[in-house]
């Protein structure tokens, strides 16, 4: 009857205080077991580290993408525009100050969409 323990619902951990207390001269095969389960874990672990290092970095890159594209371009649009709409005499009165400020908003969801969309399009490829 063969009494080996089945390796794989042992945790890394197990594996490797099992790996250490193994008599590798009475169990050879028990210890490559052990060994080749030890290898398979521990690269299963790195792939899972990697996945997550990926999403955290995607996210990252669609906060960026969405701040500059939220904040920044507007902002950077925003002064431009102003002047124009001063220099045009649309901005002394109230509906040149409430289509300046609609404008601005516009501009932010939108290129903060854009960016973000376009990052998450390019991770998708």
């Not at 970095?57 to 902002?75: D, E, N, Q, S, V």
């Not at 220099?87 to 300046?100: E, K, P, Y």
Request: aromatic letters at 14%; hydrophobic letters at 50%; zero cysteines.
């Amino acid at each position: 009857m063969d009494d080996t323990p089945d390796y794989q619902n042992y945790s890394l951990e197990q594996l490797y205080d099992a790996a250490q207390h193994i008599d590798k001269e009475k169990y050879p095969e028990r210890y490559e077991l052990v060994t080749q389960e030890i290898l398979t874990k521990e690269k299963r672990a790195g792939e899972e580290v990697i996945a997550i290092n990926e999403q955290f970095f995607l996210t990252l890159r669609m906060i960026g993408a969405y701040i500059i594209g939220a904040i920044l371009l507007p902002i950077i649009l925003f002064w431009p525009l102003r002047w124009y709409i001063e220099w045009a005499g649309v901005a002394s009165d109230i509906n040149g100050g409430v289509a300046l400020v609609g404008l601005l908003i516009f501009t932010s969801f939108a290129f903060g969409a854009l960016g973000a969309f376009l990052v998450w399009r390019a991770r998708r490829k």
